[in-house]
């Protein structure tokens, strides 16, 4: 593990973003029944669904995310950039994170807030990670991508092992306040997808602002939009912050570009040793990845 990392409670995290303060702190963050909170693992589609939340709040109206950056709109619970915003924010709040479930805040799971988790397929989970990691460290720190892969694939990575963080979180499926929505999904009906979010928060938009909701969240829109195409990078060392853009390819299957063969079967192993006691259907790569 390098100085970018620290432990807390067996999970790697950034030191740039969070602190033992901060993340105990969201343990014991005060959810509020009518916060809507975001989860994912990150580069699952996280500021994608931002987006689509915040372009429902605002009936599909792209003055808010034209001006407001995605990480305002929606504060991170475990960064300690945001929590003070959080707690200054009226409701009903929006918020995101990439906490596993034994890292949530306790008290939502006696509220009736809402949860939003997106999962995506794991092999373009950490292709995406992949690339963007190379903004991460100094050149002579990259790693290889079949050394990425393996750290991948033990858990070794910031917020932990995706199988462990998807297998936690799908436990909260058939409870009424969480929806399972998928990258795929959004790749394979934008519009339906927003319905389905819409229906989800008790949300209402007219043909027209679903419209103008959906062509604010394609691709080259969000790409060439300032607050929405930027993530903040803090050096742990430093402090200093820097803003790398967010939006890469946007497609399904790119992992197919960089796995060799015997990559991808020994993935192909290990995702049926650990997945393989849920319902394939719940994931929409088991058709086809
Ligand atoms: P790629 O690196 O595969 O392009 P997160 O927000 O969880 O970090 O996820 C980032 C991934 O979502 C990136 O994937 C990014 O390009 C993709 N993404 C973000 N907005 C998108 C959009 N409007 N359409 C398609 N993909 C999008």
Not at 146 to 163: K, M, N, P, T
Not at 238 to 258: A, E, H, Y
Request: aromatic letters at 12%.
């Amino acid at each position: 593990m390098t100085d970018n990392y620290f432990l807390f409670e067996g999970i790697q995290m950034l030191s740039g973003f969070h602190s033992v303060e901060s993340l105990s702190f969201a343990q014991n963050f005060l959810v509020k029944d009518d916060d809507v909170i975001i989860v994912s693992y990150p580069r699952s589609g996280t500021h994608w669904m931002i987006e689509m939340v915040s372009l429902i709040v605002s009936k599909g109206d792209p003055t808010w995310v034209q001006s407001v950056k995605n990480s305002a709109r929606c504060p991170g619970i475990d960064s300690k950039d945001w929590q003070k915003l959080l707690l200054d924010q009226d409701g009903p709040r929006l918020m995101s994170t990439h906490l596993p479930l034994q890292l949530f805040p306790k008290s939502y799971f006696t509220s009736s807030a809402k949860i939003i988790y997106v999962i995506r397929n794991p092999r373009d989970v950490v292709t995406s990670n992949y690339h963007i990691s190379k903004h991460f460290h100094p050149l002579k720190n990259q790693k290889t991508f079949d050394e990425h892969l393996r750290a991948f694939i033990q858990g070794d990575v910031a917020y932990g092992s995706w199988f462990d963080h998807t297998l936690g979180w799908i436990t909260r499926r058939d409870t009424e306040n969480f929806l399972l929505m998928s990258y795929e999904a959004l790749q394979r009906d934008l519009r339906g997808s927003m319905q389905k979010v819409c229906q989800f928060l008790g949300k209402h938009l007219t043909p027209e602002q679903l419209d103008s909701a959906v062509q604010n969240l394609s691709f080259s829109v969000m790409k060439e939009n300032r607050m929405s195409n930027s993530i903040m990078l803090r050096n742990s060392k430093d402090g200093t912050v820097s803003n790398i853009p967010l939006l890469r390819k946007g497609i399904c299957g790119d992992w197919k570009n960089l796995f060799t063969v015997a990559q991808s079967e020994a993935f192909d192993r290990v995702y049926q040793e650990k997945m393989s006691r849920l319902d394939p259907d719940l994931f929409p790569w088991s058709k086809s990845c």
